[in-house]
């Protein structure tokens, strides 16, 4: 049981240039979710995805889209990427417990990004 | 909307110190409130939580309480040690996610 996992764990890009942080949880949840984390602004959703199928813009969405590409997998792409975007991105999983809410969740040891 | 706010750090204490990081919360009606430790190089973990309000998370020493009349959730450790040393992260369920605090960093010396 790996819990949740992330691929690369270190990434430099060059400004314009374009990756996938891959994020995969073996624990059956339906939601995931992708953060950012900065120095002094804690963490950042950038999107989610509640069940399969299903994606949402978290609060700082622009220059990213997501894939839910089954319930394990969730990946986050950089388009074009951008010196703003340097930050330490981690992926998450949680179960859907009854009426809705969200239960604990699990997060991945993080994938660090700078864009020169 | 909802919201968590933390205390500012960094926290600076000795070795078997007394310790607590304020946590404040606004939210519509009672959500569970958790406590999230990271430490360096890692990817935040759960350290305690609380379902409903008058409860007590505890784990590893630390304790947490929370206490709707003063909307609050802070956490506290009789002894502080120095692998104690870490990001801690206050956060409320609220739909569909997580709403995180922008996190208080430890720093405990021998």
């Known amino acids: 049981n790996a819990g949740v996992t992330q691929t690369p764990k270190f990434q430099v890009l060059k400004t314009g240039q374009s990756m996938t942080l891959q994020c995969a949880q073996d624990?059956?949840?339906?939601?995931m979710y992708w953060y950012r984390q900065d120095p002094g602004m804690g963490l950042r959703l950038i999107y989610y995805?509640?069940?399969?199928?299903?994606?949402d813009k978290g609060e700082v969405p622009n220059g990213y889209n997501v894939s839910r590409l089954n319930k394990r997998e969730f990946s986050l792409r950089l388009e074009s990427a951008a010196p703003s975007q340097t930050s330490v991105y981690f992926c998450?999983?949680?179960?859907?417990?009854?009426?809705?809410?969200?239960?604990?969740?699990?997060f991945g040891p993080g994938t660090r990004l700078t864009v020169l | 909307g909802d919201s968590v706010t933390q205390m500012e750090g960094p926290v600076t204490l000795s070795e078997e110190a007394f310790l607590t990081i304020n946590c404040t919360y606004t939210?519509?009606?009672?959500?569970?409130l958790f406590w999230y430790v990271q430490y360096p190089g890692e990817g935040l973990q759960l350290l305690l939580k609380?379902?409903?309000?008058?409860d007590k998370g505890s784990n590893k020493g630390f304790e947490a309480t929370y206490r709707k009349e003063t909307t609050s959730f802070h956490l506290e450790k009789g002894s502080v040690q120095v692998s104690d040393s870490a990001v801690y992260f206050c956060?409320?369920?609220?739909?569909?996610?997580?709403?995180f605090g922008t996190g208080t960093r430890l720093q405990v010396f021998p």
């Open positions: 998450a999983s949680s179960e859907v417990l009854a009426g809705g809410l969200i239960g604990e969740q699990f």
């Open positions: 624990m059956n949840h339906n939601s």
């Open positions: 995805s509640a069940s399969e199928g299903t994606t």
């Open positions: 939210a519509t009606g009672y959500p569970s």
């Open positions: 609380a379902t409903k309000a008058d």
């Open positions: 956060a409320l369920m609220g739909t569909d996610k997580l709403i």
